[in-house]
DNA sequence: TAGAAAACTTAGCATCGTCTTT
DNA sequence: AAAGACGATGCTAAGTTTTCTA
């Protein structure tokens, strides 16, 4: 913003700064973290920093960045104690985590005294990382029995040391032992009622192969125990990869300064790419040209292109553009033949490389196909974005798969990159791409054993976390008091993941498009408002805006006011003392498996599982549906999944409105007939004069015409069908003259209307009563709230994307069990790929919970 | 031990396929 | 039959987390 303040703030940089101003400015490098006690007192300056600069309204994208983040004065560690009145933390919450775990014993008993502390105490208890191996009857029960039980001894609960090295494993054999447990459950149950169905021998056998090969194939029925969770295969045979068939040059010039020109096939390739997306936002992109620009005239130079192509501005595509559309067209209109034929053609290709076999079962390969070279399409304001993604060649690319299997032949003439066995990876070839430089794998499908797995054990953490959340929540909830700054940022961000359903936030480099998540927000992304709101404004994953205003707790908004502080500028971090490796390490203290993301399958699995309550018991399915979904999207709304608006959106909308409109002019009929018929009202009830919103003369009469030619139509319509009755009970037809006068009763009413619409008064209907007419605007009323509704629905669905919410997010048995539950079949709720994704999943019966 | 790379999950958009409307 | 709407699926970018490396 201003230079003024900026200065300022810079100078004290130097002054502290240190070791941080060398850090190269393209690498965003954090400071390293100072120790550093707060010193700043909550209460008082409140006014000080009511905030802020920026909130122009405008969506928080300047990135100011570089150098920024690193300046700050950070008094050290040498405690004054601020002897701030609100800081219960007993001895402990200053010590350093190490620490912690040995004084444990000891901070246990002085925390139990006090209420409020006693929970704290568990939870403090608790925060050494001791996962317990069996059971998790007790840890976790002692949790349980201090929030069920109120009462319960804290004091008994204190374990000896955690033990940090043996790591996950433990935790993660508690977890398949009791989903293995549950699913034996389960299994039993279902084959129990197989047999009575058998038995009374009349249900037949529909889908006995299905079930068959279910049986074979399904995994999460016999989990092995104790099986090394690192190795994910035994045997692991498939063929290769596909690679996309070669450059077919199609001889179409594009233009250089208004001349056709003759490219190289690799050349004309590269041109088309871009001609294709002719009229694209991407091809109007500026970034996207520059560097679409540099790759094409550099490749165009190294073929030796005449004239050679040095300006963007002289590039003509558009012939290459109507050749591609013509393409497009073309594939629509193929015969059936040509389509059987490709139908084949993909079906052999999903044969030999859709599949492959893993431990010797078939599975499905999700994505065989290697990327077709082209243009990168990075998404916001990518700074890559444009930039030519070359061809895959078969020497880049390496494979996994087990010693016995045999190796795919390399396509004619090229040889594999690398042949490797791999056991602990589950991926089946991967190779390295040029844009990012980052690494591309060809992975199992979404409904293979594999991802299924993975799928369950994701879900499991979840709901361990489900079991942990209430002490986990207590803990971050006194740490946002401590007087370590690290410590407040810490459970500052935690805060936010848990009840904002936020990312993690990793780091991001230079040339990424600037997005962030909680650890990487800055300070322009947030603004407050006293006493205790939080707007949040930014561009997270994908670019996708993120922008939400919320209450937060009172400690959660001085402490982000206090990190504002702290940059006082925009393009500092708000946490910058806090990576997300510190934030997970101290969530893997916490709860093994535990990291940032599980809060968001947390959060999202049981506010799905929550809302779903609302079921109505007796409805019909369709409104079983609308309840089910309606549950989906508030998860959707949780975790910020949009969409871009449809283009028919807008239309859409316009019509609801229309129809809105449309009552409001019956109301406003009403109204005034009431007026009419009782005028003396207008005192009694002045709302009647009152005119309704958004209703514009222009509407009217155009609305009223449009009724006109609707009444005309209609009776015109009538005339005929009536004639044509007529002619078939030989009667005569009626004249042409009796449509005519029908007509121009319709005329007449439009007149009536004009001279309504002028004098303002509705002279009553035949019939008409004040009574009628109330009833009549009751009616009104209703239909507009209900439009309405619609209305938002509509709105808010449209930039809503389901999908994702469902598929990552949702524990897919509350919606098998919710299935079950209220008989509603699944296959209106997973399509076919969901069903086949999510199946380990559908075997849980009614009472089934998150 | 930090930073980089690898591995894997999550994400929206483009396109496909199917069903409805014109 | 064409056009349009819309959900399902494919594609690959963009995250997070884990693992490797210097």
């Given amino acids: 913003m201003d230079h003024a303040e900026g200065d300022e703030a810079r100078q004290d940089d130097n002054i502290d700064s240190g070791s941080d101003s060398d850090t190269p400015l393209g690498k965003r490098k954090r400071p390293a973290v100072r120790k550093r006690v707060l010193d700043d007192d909550d209460d008082d300056n409140e006014d000080a920093d009511t905030l802020s600069s920026s909130d122009s309204g405008a969506p928080a994208l300047k990135r100011t960045r570089p150098a920024a983040a690193k300046r700050k004065?950070?008094?050290?560690?040498?405690?004054?104690?601020?002897?701030?009145?609100?800081?219960?933390?007993?001895s402990d919450s200053d010590v350093p985590l190490a620490k912690k775990k040995a004084a444990d014993s000891k901070s246990a008993k002085s925390n139990g005294s006090s209420k409020t502390n006693g929970s704290n105490g568990t939870s403090r208890t608790k925060a050494a990382p001791k996962y317990k191996e069996e059971s998790d009857s007790d840890a976790p029960l002692a949790k349980k029995a201090a929030s069920k039980k109120t009462t319960t001894t804290t004091k008994t609960k204190v374990k000896s040391e955690p033990v940090s090295s043996s790591k996950s494993k433990q935790s993660s054999t508690t977890i398949k032992k009791r989903v293995k447990e549950e699913v034996d459950d389960k299994s039993k149950v279902k084959k129990i009622k197989k047999e009575e169905v058998d038995d009374k021998g009349k249900v037949k056998k529909v889908k006995k192969e299905e079930d068959e090969d279910e049986d074979a194939d399904a995994w999460w029925l016999n989990q092995k125990e104790n099986e090394d969770e690192s190795v994910k295969w035994t045997s692991l045979k498939h063929n290769g990869v596909y690679f996309p068939p070669d450059y077919v040059p199609h001889g179409v010039k594009m233009k250089y300064d208004g001349k056709p020109i003759t490219l190289a096939p690799a050349v004309e390739e590269v041109a088309g790419f871009f001609g294709a997306l002719l009229f694209t936002e991407h091809a109007e992109n500026p970034t996207f040209q520059e560097n679409f620009f540099k790759d094409f005239s550099k490749l165009a130079k190294a073929h030796k292109t005449s004239p050679e192509?040095?300006?963007?501005?002289k590039c003509d595509f558009t012939p290459m553009y109507e050749y591609y559309q013509a393409e497009r067209e073309k594939r629509k209109n193929m015969t059936?033949?040509?389509?059987e034929a490709a139908k084949e053609e993909k079906m052999a290709l999903d044969e030999m490389y859709g599949t492959c076999y893993l431990d010797g079962r078939k599975e499905k390969v999700g994505n065989f196909r290697i990327e077709p070279p082209g243009l990168f399409r990075g998404r916001g304001k990518h700074p890559k974005t444009g930039c030519l993604k070359l061809r895959v060649q078969p020497e880049q690319v390496s494979l996994n798969l087990s010693k016995d299997a045999p190796i795919p032949k390399a396509p004619a003439g090229h040889k594999w990159g690398a042949i490797v066995h791999d056991d602990t990876k589950t991926w089946l070839a991967t190779w390295k791409e040029n844009v990012n430089d980052s690494t591309k794998y060809v992975f199992l499908a979404a409904g293979s054993s594999l991802k299924g797995q993975s799928d369950l054990k994701k879900f499991e953490t979840a709901r361990a976390l489900k079991k942990e959340i209430d002490w986990i929540r207590r803990g971050y909830m006194t740490d946002l008091k401590d007087k370590k700054m690290f410590i407040r940022q810490r459970a500052t961000a935690m805060y936010l993941i848990d009840r904002l359903a936020l990312r993690a936030g990793n780091e991001k480099g230079e040339d990424e498009a600037d997005t962030v998540g909680c650890c990487?927000?800055?300070?322009?992304?947030?603004?407050?408002?006293?006493?205790?709101?939080?707007?949040?404004?930014f561009l997270g994953k994908d670019s996708i805006r993120y922008q939400k205003t919320v209450e937060v707790d009172e400690q959660v908004f001085k402490n982000i006011r206090l990190f504002k502080r702290e940059p006082a500028q925009e393009g500092d971090d708000l946490f910058d003392r806090l990576k997300t490796s510190e934030l997970n390490k101290h969530l893997q203290n916490l709860m093994k498996g535990l990291t940032a993301k599980v809060f968001r399958t947390y959060n999202a699995s049981f506010t799905f599982q929550d809302q779903l309550r609302k079921t109505p018991k007796d409805g019909t399915v369709a409104e079983k549906l609308l309840a089910y979904n309606r549950a989906n999207r508030d998860v959707a709304i949780l975790c910020n999944h949009q969409r871009a608006v449809s283009k028919g959106h807008a239309g859409q909308i316009e019509k609801i409105e229309d129809k809105v409109r449309a009552y409001k002019y019956q109301r406003m009929k009403q109204k005034k007939m009431i007026?009419?018929?009782?005028?003396?009202?207008?005192?009694?009830?002045?709302?009647?004069?009152?005119?309704?919103?958004?209703?514009?003369?222009?509407?009217?009469?155009?609305?009223?015409a449009q009724l006109m030619e609707k009444e005309r139509e209609r009776i015109k319509a009538k005339f005929e069908k009536d004639n044509l009755k007529r002619k078939e009970n030989k009667e005569k037809p009626m004249p042409a003259g009796e449509l005519k006068d029908l007509l121009k009763e319709v005329d007449v009413r439009a007149k009536e209307l004009a001279k309504e619409r002028k004098t303002g008064v509705v002279p009553p209907t035949r019939g008409a009563t004040v009574e009628k007419c109330n009833t009549q605007i009751l009616k009104l009323d209703e239909r507009i709230a209900a439009t309405r509704l619609t209305l938002t629905d509509k709105e808010e669905n449209k930039q809503t994307a389901l999908g994702t919410s469902k598929i990552n997010y949702i524990d897919p048995r509350i919606s098998a069990a919710w299935c079950e539950k209220y008989d509603v079949p699944l296959d209106k709720i997973f399509t076919k790929t969901l069903r086949d994704k999510f199946k380990w999943a559908m075997t849980v019966d009614a009472d089934w919970e998150f």
């Fill in 675 to 704: 007026l009419s018929l009782e005028p003396k009202l207008k005192k009694k009830r002045p709302e009647l004069l009152e005119p309704e919103s958004d209703l514009e003369d222009d509407w009217i009469e155009e609305h009223e």
């Fill in 73 to 90: 004065s950070y008094k050290d560690d040498s405690s004054e104690s601020d002897g701030e009145g609100d800081y219960r933390g007993s």
């Fill in 520 to 537: 990487s927000l800055r300070f322009e992304h947030v603004t407050l408002e006293k006493p205790n709101i939080m707007h949040l404004d």
């Fill in 309 to 313: 192509i040095t300006s963007f501005k």
């Fill in 336 to 339: 059936k033949e040509q389509k």
